[in-house]
């Protein structure tokens, strides 16, 4: 079964500064993907960037890139010149490309851009 | 283009009651999910449905739960003798077929059992 880590703590973060979100993610399967999602108060979950396994290049999305390290089973989330409105939790997921759909989520981690 | 939609979005019940809550995927999205997001957690899958055929569930989904997409757009998630366990955020969310590897969600329910 996938497995999904995100331990880090709340984080506050200054407003145009750059925020890194760590996920480790275990998998015995090589075909799989990985999204990252924002969920602020209102409670709907807002897809930002994905990164296929065999995807050669980082996934970049706008603001957000995604620190793929296969090797070491890491996806970090990268988002760069910070806004008020990121404030909110963000969500590691895997799916594997084969077999079942659903979607294996991290617990979360919470982010607070502070002005 | 809408985006998925779910109705309600919030549901207060007493313990025992039966509760059926609707999902509308993105128009064309052959594929719908059902999760349920507890407090401080991550969203956990229920079900998912391929056009109107249930291809798989969690065992999270006990008996008391139900879900159907009768013909294949909209689907119902049903709850039956409610406990106050059942007491989360319930997402749908949508997906295209074979490439179409994202899913989109919607604004969940909230659903309180009392």
């Known amino acids: 079964a996938q497995k999904i880590t995100q331990t880090q703590p709340g984080m506050f973060v200054q407003e145009k500064e750059a925020v890194t979100l760590d996920c480790t993610y275990d998998?015995?399967?090589?075909?799989?993907?990985l999204f990252w999602y924002k969920q602020p108060s209102s409670g709907e979950m807002i897809f930002l960037i994905y990164?296929?396994?065999?995807?050669?290049q980082n996934a970049t999305e706008g603001r957000y890139s995604l620190n793929f390290q296969k090797a070491r089973k890491s996806a970090n989330l990268v988002i760069s010149a910070s806004q008020l409105g990121d404030s909110a939790m963000y969500f590691c997921?895997?799916?594997?490309?084969?077999?079942?759909?659903?979607?294996?989520f991290g617990k979360g981690n919470q982010v607070v851009v502070i002005p | 283009d809408t985006g998925v939609s779910q109705d309600p979005r919030h549901k207060i019940t007493k313990r025992g009651q039966n509760v059926t809550f609707r999902c509308d995927p993105i128009?064309?999205?052959?594929?719908l999910y059902w999760y349920r997001q507890t407090l401080g957690q991550g969203p956990e899958f229920l079900t998912y449905?391929?056009?109107?055929?249930?291809?798989?569930k969690s065992r999270l989904l006990s008996d008391r739960f139900s879900a159907e997409r009768p013909k294949g757009s909209f689907s119902t998630l049903e709850i039956q003798r409610t406990e106050q366990g059942d007491s989360a955020m319930y997402l749908c969310?949508?997906?295209?077929?074979?490439?179409?590897?994202?899913?989109?969600f919607g604004p969940g329910t909230r659903l309180l059992v009392l």
């Open positions: 990164q296929g396994s065999y995807d050669e």
């Open positions: 449905f391929q056009n109107e055929a249930q291809l798989e």
């Open positions: 969310a949508s997906s295209e077929g074979a490439g179409g590897e994202t899913q989109y």
């Open positions: 998998t015995s399967d090589q075909s799989y993907g």
């Open positions: 997921a895997m799916r594997l490309l084969y077999g079942n759909n659903r979607l294996a």
């Open positions: 128009s064309e999205h052959n594929r």
